[in-house]
């Protein structure tokens, strides 16, 4: 059981290069979140999905597209890097809150992205 | 104004220490509320849920003020590997808009 995992952990990227971030979960889990982490900043929520098939905007969804083709993977793509989304990017898992809204988030390891 | 708030510290403590954080939220819709901790370099792991009535769990004990929009967590006998740094969380009507805060470093010393 490897919980939430991230690929790639590390990436370099020039101004206007796109790339694919991968997250993969095996808890089951119908909800995924992705965030990134700023100094000084509260970890802020891009996209998420309550389903597979179902993705929805978060707090900064610009510059990013997300997709959840299958529940237990959810993509994160940036179509053109900007120094601005330099970051730490997390993916996160939950069980179907519902009613029950304390769930757990699980977070991934993370991915470092640089974009020069 | 932020919608969490959180002290920033760095909190510099000795080992057996008692140190408390507080953290504010503005949305008084807010229905849910966690405290994360977060090693340097790692992603966030659940510490603990924080309920209305307060709750205790070993040495860390986590309260509930909604009249003033703040949440505590109070650690007693304080270890080193308590260094880390603590995310307050707030879980809004909804479901979906979760709040982290910005984070409050602690450092335990020998």
């Known amino acids: 059981n490897a919980g939430v995992t991230q690929t790639p952990k590390f990436r370099v990227l020039k101004t206007g290069q796109s790339m694919t971030l991968l997250c993969a979960q095996d808890?089951?889990?119908?909800?995924m979140y992705w965030y990134r982490q700023d100094p000084g900043m509260g970890l802020r929520l891009i996209h998420y999905?309550?389903?597979?098939?179902?993705?929805a905007k978060g707090e900064v969804p610009d510059g990013y597209n997300v997709s959840r083709l299958k529940k237990q993977n959810f993509l994160l793509g940036l179509e053109s890097a900007a120094p601005s989304q330099t970051s730490v990017y997390f993916c996160?898992?939950?069980?179907?809150?519902?009613?029950?809204?304390?769930?757990?988030?699980?977070f991934g390891p993370g991915t470092r992205l640089l974009v020069l | 104004r932020k919608e969490v708030e959180q002290d920033p510290g760095p909190f510099n403590v000795p080992e057996g220490a008692t140190v408390a954080f507080n953290c504010t939220y503005s949305?008084?819709?807010?229905?849910?509320f966690f405290w994360y901790r977060q090693d340097c370099r790692k992603e966030p792991k659940l510490l603990m849920s924080?309920?209305?009535s307060g709750n205790e769990d070993g040495r860390f004990t986590a309260q509930l003020n909604r009249a003033s929009q703040y949440i505590s967590l109070l650690i007693r006998d304080s270890k080193l590997s308590d260094s880390a740094t603590y995310l307050c969380?707030?879980?809004?009507?909804?479901?979906?808009?979760?709040?982290f805060g910005a984070g409050t470093r602690l450092f335990v010393k020998a």
């Open positions: 996160a898992s939950s069980y179907n809150g519902g009613e029950r809204l304390q769930e757990t988030q699980y």
């Open positions: 808890m089951n889990h119908e909800y």
């Open positions: 999905s309550v389903g597979e098939g179902t993705t």
């Open positions: 949305n008084s819709a807010s229905q849910s």
């Open positions: 924080v309920y209305s």
């Open positions: 969380v707030v879980l809004q009507t909804g479901g979906f808009k979760t709040i």
